[in-house]
């Protein structure tokens, strides 16, 4: 029986939904879904998921506010999880759930957010084994996430867009980092003058050398590669840990029977000359201040991850 490029891509890495799109989840088996303030914005907006919002909406109305946006500020928090829910009773495995990203820098707020999160899950009958709280890699975060996997709180650090931050997320226990592929590609095409394809993809080539040093030196945090532009730089990542894929290149995979060869491999990792990299809090902001398009694509990321935040306070208020 002929197999599409998807079921041969789960043969080597999980694949995980990047989406907050309830039909797209059941549509391709995912072991896994991943959400964000920008998903979760382009599901409520498409007004698919209007009875979700006006549910949550509903909820509201029995509760005291001291304003209009701390109601707005309740209901945005209940959408996630509302969207969480959903999203754990089709998937097996976990379900991400973003902490805000105006707390990326206040490690007390991030962790009391997360613990918030939990608890609404608890208390919609989602154990806390089924979430990973996605926690953007600035050092305040990562530091938030020491403390929540100590708690038994499993965290996927986000925005990762260099070796110094995905070292630092796996040295202080992080269960998962999401090392950004397409956002590093479009940083290069637009800042150098240089011709990109699958075999010079800079974005491709930092998820091999973070999977390989994580491997070479036995680091226990899955690399669950993200943000894709093209299924060429997905069938490159083919062996990756995981990978979280959009429902439009989810569908372009299933499309096609083409073959996928395994490119990533543990079993080669040891091999390797990897210079193990020393992590402290002053090493981890000049490597990051030293790298200009990780810099850089880490405050884009933080900044338009808050936008999306906020446009979507901004079409609930109009709905309250």
């Known amino acids: 029986m002929m197999t599409n490029k998807l079921e041969n891509l789960k043969k080597y890495s999980s694949i995980v939904a990047d989406t907050g799109d309830i039909d797209s989840i059941k549509k391709f088996s995912p072991e896994d879904c991943t959400t964000n303030p920008s998903l979760i914005f382009k599901a409520v907006e498409s007004k698919k998921y209007q009875s979700l919002v006006d549910e949550v909406i509903k909820h509201s109305k029995s509760r005291t506010f001291n304003s209009p946006l701390d109601k707005v500020d309740y209901i945005v928090d209940q959408l996630a999880i509302t969207f969480g829910i959903q999203l754990a009773n089709i998937v097996p495995g976990y ?30 009958g989602i154990k806390k084994n089924r979430i990973l709280i996605k926690i953007a890699g600035t050092w305040e975060g990562i530091q938030a996430v020491r403390q929540l996997e100590s708690e038994g709180i499993s965290c996927n650090c986000t925005l990762i867009f260099s070796l110094t931050q995905a070292v630092a997320c796996a040295e202080y226990g992080a269960f998962l980092i999401s090392p950004f592929v397409g956002r590093i590609l479009d940083w290069f095409k637009a800042n150098t003058d240089i011709e990109y394809n ?3 993809d800079p974005g491709v080539e930092s998820v091999k050398k973070i999977y390989h040093y994580f491997k070479k030196y036995n680091l226990n945090t899955i690399v669950m590669a993200a943000s894709f532009r093209n299924t060429s730089q997905i069938v490159e990542l083919a062996g990756c840990d995981k990978l979280t894929i959009s429902p439009a290149l989810l ?31 002053s090493a981890f902001r000049w ?34």
Do not use: C, P, W
């Open 251 to 281: 569908e372009e995979l299933s499309g096609s029977d083409e073959d996928i060869v395994q490119k990533l491999n543990s079993e080669d990792s040891s091999s390797l000359e990897i210079e193990r990299i020393k992590i402290n809090e």
């Open 95 to 124: 379900v991400s759930t973003e902490v805000n990203a105006d707390l990326s820098f206040d490690t007390k707020a991030t962790i009391d957010k997360a613990h918030q999160i939990i608890n609404n899950y608890e208390e919609s």
């Open 287 to 320: 490597h990051l201040n030293e790298n200009q398009m990780a810099s850089f694509k880490l405050a884009e990321g933080i900044r338009l991850f808050n936008k999306d935040l906020s446009k979507l306070r901004d079409l609930i208020l109009a709905q309250v």
């Open 198 to 200: 699958e075999l010079n």
